[in-house]
């Protein structure tokens, strides 16, 4: 069983939380988080890219001149797609870029990003974000108590409302999650993941019903 320190705001401990070995000690596979992140990142493409070919061209319905005689190719329409203004021949057209991967998969590759993190002691818990009213210079003060202002961090709420979201949206470098959304991608691409103590402990919740 692991131990995380609980943090207050301005970075102190003052408590202790045990993680079960299964969330926090798992063998990385590079693979599994290869084929996480791509998934991801394919299944957030628009696909919306769209050229029109020869049967969508406005124009072209009227043969450019007769077959025989004027010296010229033989030309059907003005829209074919080797003259100019013409359709364009294998363009790109509405798709969806995504694909599915099997849900024990993108679990374990979940669990192998967080492993990765506790190793490198990029794991904070602390015991929540109370704030009064939004406001994001306390949020940034608070980053900065945890020395973490500069790095990019993924601060895992356990609801994204309240105070809490309008207090972090605008800083530049913090990605917000729910401890439901977590996924592997912004996990990685984070410097550091810092839980709320409610946060963590729904997350431990809804693993341990996922497993059993």
């Known amino acids: 069983m692991a131990t995380l ?5 301005k970075g102190s401990s003052k408590d202790k939380i045990d993680i079960p070995d299964e969330i926090v ?9 290869h084929l996480e992140v791509k998934r991801f990142l394919a299944s957030a493409r628009s ?3 769209k050229t029109k070919g020869r049967s969508e061209v406005r124009g072209g319905g009227r043969k450019p001149w007769r077959q025989k005689g004027t010296g010229n190719a033989r030309a059907g329409s003005s829209r ?3 003259w100019k203004g013409g359709g364009i021949t294998f ?17 374990k590759s979940k669990l192998m990003a967080l492993s990765d993190k ?5 794991i904070m818990i602390v015991s929540e974000f109370n704030f009064e009213k ?17 790095n990019k961090v993924l601060i895992v709420l356990e609801k994204l409302d309240g105070n809490d979201l309008l207090s972090f949206r605008n800083i530049p470098n ?6 439901r959304s977590i996924n592997t991608y912004e996990v990685l691409v984070s410097d550091y993941v810092i839980f709320t103590k409610n946060s963590l402990e729904k997350f431990l919740e809804e693993f341990s019903n996922a497993r059993s």
């Open 80 to 82: 074919s797609p080797i």
């Open 118 to 122: 506790f190793n490198e002691e990029k």
């Open 25 to 33: 000690k798992q063998e990385i596979n590079t693979n599994v988080l």
């Open 47 to 49: 696909g919306t890219s």
């Open 174 to 179: 913090v990605l917000l999650t729910t401890c």
């Open 5 to 9: 320190d609980i943090l207050d705001l």
């Open 134 to 150: 939004p406001s994001t210079k306390n949020a940034a003060a608070i980053l900065d108590n945890l020395k973490v202002g500069t």
């Open 91 to 107: 363009g790109p057209v509405p798709r969806d870029y995504s694909f599915k991967l099997n849900k024990k998969v993108i679990r």
